[in-house]
């Protein structure tokens, strides 16, 4: 996996108010995971300095704060059960806790809504994440995350 320099969505993707509490729900999760930063810090910290945060220089809509929310703290809450299923999609010789920790926020955020998230189809939710994903990395690592997220999707089809 190669990572490459943050680089700003496609502009040819106009980011909608949950494109961006997704994105902005990953960063926070790294943020957690490296940082060791708590939860309510966390939210406080996106809620203030982010709130109408700009996006490719370009002034957006805020991240829709309740999505976001929803998003850290399901998996903030719900880790347990979601590692495993991360796991369980992964190649045996890359666990979850193995793997760079961007990616596991992608990850874990994208297995969130797979599994919480009945209401939102899981074809949207796999292209969302592999967008993000493609923000961050280089190489096929969007064709990796699209297919652990596709595992991940059709395992919770079935329960």
């Known amino acids: 996996m190669t990572k490459k320099t ?13 494109t961006l509490a997704r994105l902005s729900a990953v960063q926070a ?5 490296i940082g060791h930063v708590s939860l309510e810090t966390t939210l406080k910290e996106f809620t203030s300095l982010r709130k109408g945060a700009e996006l490719e220089g370009e002034e957006s809509l805020p991240a829709d704060h309740d999505f976001f929310t929803q998003i850290v703290k399901g998996v903030t809450k719900n880790q347990l059960q979601i590692d495993p299923d991360i796991d369980g999609a992964l190649d045996d010789t890359w666990p979850v806790g193995r793997i760079d920790a961007t990616m596991r926020a992608i990850l874990r955020s ?3 809504e797979l599994s919480s998230r009945k209401d939102i189809a899981p074809a949207i939710v796999i292209n969302e994440y592999v967008e993000i994903a493609k923000s961050f990395f280089e190489n096929d690592v969007s064709k990796m995350v699209n297919g652990v997220l596709d595992k991940i999707a059709k395992s919770h089809i079935k329960e």
Do not use: G, H, S
């Not at 999760?29 to 995971?33: E, V």
């Open 29 to 33: 999760l790294y943020q957690m995971d």
């Open 110 to 112: 994208a297995t969130f």
């Open 6 to 18: 943050e680089k700003p969505l496609d502009k040819k993707q106009i980011p909608n108010q949950r």
